[in-house]
């Protein structure tokens, strides 16, 4: 029948409903869900190579998805991220090639890893603005805690018995981890952190792409491969971030206070002997020219009005040619005319 609805149309648009709802509550964390699908994608190709050039490779993509991804964060954030990279530099050069806590797969540290420091970094930056942190406020980290403190007790107790490595390190960790979690205003990006870290750890550790001592050298302290809550390790690298922000911020202040501050130029000698020599030679400027000579040469940065009197048709007798030539301000002028009727 040509009026009656279709069997299938409320379905339609009941699922169509069903998914702009969707589409509308998971748009605040596409960019969570597109790094947490990249690493281990990253992690993945990189247990295939075999040649440096190709690794190499994998660094500069990642260094261009760090670069996109930050696109959408604000411009405070944007030197936070590219500052972490730095720093977790310097961490990686420590940990890996001088202390030798773990060690990558090439005995290097690979050229995707600084920049993976940022990708991690950025999604604890973006999960503090989230909605899931707006509406659940401290429920959120004290459900991220309860997981990293069930983790750290299972390296203690259970995954020894599976993996054979006592996990002391991570352990410790937990306490570093919980303070910063519990303490620190900015308790939402360590929370994101410990999610992004631990998918990044366990894969990364899985594929083989680096892996954890069974005893930290120096310390002696036995480790799990990953250990539990290395996302505490973490929270000195923020510490380190913004310690170097405010070094950064410092540092230009004092470069931008100490260069000299450009002030109005007064008119020199050479332009007073010129006007002088021109005093009643009959040539005039219009008023404002005039008067804008006169003010700046007398040391004050704004003309003031003047009347058309002799005194003022005397010392308007420079050419505006020669204002324009040697004055570095574009200065708009009206039409040369004699300053009285």
Known sequence: MGGSVPPTLPGRVRASKIRNLLSARLKPYWLHAYLLTYTPLLLLADSRITALWQQWALGALTFVVLYLATLKAPREQRLQVWMCVIVATGFEVFGSLIWGVYRYRLHNVPMFVPPGHGLVYLFGLLAMTTPVVKQHGKRVAHFVLAAA???????????????????????MCLPVFAWFVLRSPRWALFAAIFIATGELEIFGTSFGNWSWLP???????????????????????????????????AGLNTIITRIPITMIPRIGPSMRLLLDRRVNSGEAVSPASANLIWSLSSG?????????????????????????????????????RNSTP
């Open 149 to 171: 403190g069930a983790w750290a007790v299972a390296g203690l107790t259970v995954l020894p018995i599976l993996t054979g490595r006592f996990d002391l390190q991570g352990a």
């Open 215 to 249: 005893v930290a050298p120096w310390t002696h302290i036995p480790s799990g491969n990953p250990p539990s809550v290395i996302a505490g390790g973490y929270c000195v690298i923020d510490a380190s971030v913004l310690l170097a922000m405010r070094a950064y911020r």
């Open 300 to 336: 004050e940065n704004t003309a003031k009005p003047i009347t058309a009197t002799a005194t003022n048709k005397t010392m308007a007798t420079m050419i505006q040619s020669d204002v324009i030539d040697q004055w570095p301000m574009k200065i708009s002028s009206s039409p040369v």
